[in-house]
């Protein structure tokens, strides 16, 4: 039996996701077993997920229901029962290497680090992995310049690196596996939602209740591929997504709030907060960087326009990050300060509200 070294590891921006949309109808291997001589016959999601790390058998059956799991050479549906040396290909649309991810020197702030793994400060604007149209200056560019003289870490083995990622635009912690058994254990905690993980984002509008939680599941849009939406759960469509939210102080068109993901999926606290009328402030992919709430007075819409120049991107911090140390089993949390955009528009806001009541 022999896999190559792809993850099916499931995060909260789907690091590999089954169900990704490209252009092209081509699909690459990313996995590849032979069934043992001896192996009784059971049904090919059971027998997957028992193959493969950091998957369920829930995302199996999704990837063939989407036609990539392939036996001998033909795609076979998830209650397939295989058989002795039966040979098991799954296959997604983008090649497992698509880029070779050189060393760059730039600059990352890292809050820890050890011989298993480290945690980045990622600053707002830098891409976290390479892409069409990002072949470099990405985190993982950084990351390898960093680690260049470590003879054990490899940048380009996906067994090695990132566990989780964050938006271009959304600033705060990551952390990176620096071997495999760093990257296997953490990648179940993520998984199995053990991990802690507070977010602070401005949103548009009073968010009415202190606390709340909205759950839907998160897909792409049918009007726009680069957009996701918010699902009934029983519709089947997109992924099982949970988001806990607080107030932490209001301005009157705007909310301070901190979110607690209880899954990882992609653009999720973005998609769940303006599914319920809160957008994130100037968040341009969804509509947050028009003014949404407010008055009609000339002197307010100069303000928000100061206020979008401040912080030109959808206004979320990854602040905090809590994990069980691979190796020594500490639990481990990690708080970071907002960046200075998202502090001086915070301030903006506040003063401008105290001189509103006055």
Known sequence: MGANTSDFFDDENDLFDVSRDDNSNELFEHFHFTVDKGQSMVRIDKYLVNNMQNTSRNRIQTAADNGLIFVNDKPVKSNYKIKPLDEISVRLTYAPHEFEIIPQDIPIEIVYEDADLMVVNKQAGLVVHPGFGNFEGTLLNAIAWHLKDDP?????????????????????????????????????????????????????????????????????????????????????????????????????????????????????????????????????????????????????????????????????????????????????????????DMTQLIEKWRTYTANRDL
Request: some cysteine.
């Open 152 to 340: 054990n870490f490899d940048v380009n083995n996906p067994r090695l690196g990132l566990v989780h990622r964050i938006d271009k635009n959304t600033s705060g912690l990551l952390v990176i596996a620096k071997n495999e058994n760093a990257k296997t254990l953490l990648g179940k905690q993520f998984f199995n939602k053990t991990t802690y993980r507070r977010y602070h984002a401005l949103v548009w509008g009073n968010v009415e209740q202190d606390e709340g939680t909205v759950v839907g599941n998160i897909g792409r849009s049918t009007k726009d591929r680069m957009l996701f939406d918010v699902y009934d759960p029983e519709s089947g469509i997109g992924k099982h997504a949970v988001t806990h939210y607080k107030v932490l102080e209001r301005f009157g068109y705007v909310t301070l709030i901190e979110c607690r993901l209880e899954t990882g999926r992609t653009h999720q606290i973005r998609v769940h907060m303006k599914h319920i009328g809160h957008t994130l402030f100037s968040d341009e992919r969804y509509g947050g960087n028009i003014i949404l709430r407010g008055t009609t007075f000339a002197k307010y819409k100069q303000f928000v326009n100061n206020c979008f120049a401040i912080c030109p991107r959808q206004a979320l911090h990854a602040k905090s990050l809590g994990f069980v140390h691979p190796t020594t089993g500490k639990e481990m949390i990690f708080h970071s300060e907002l960046p200075e």
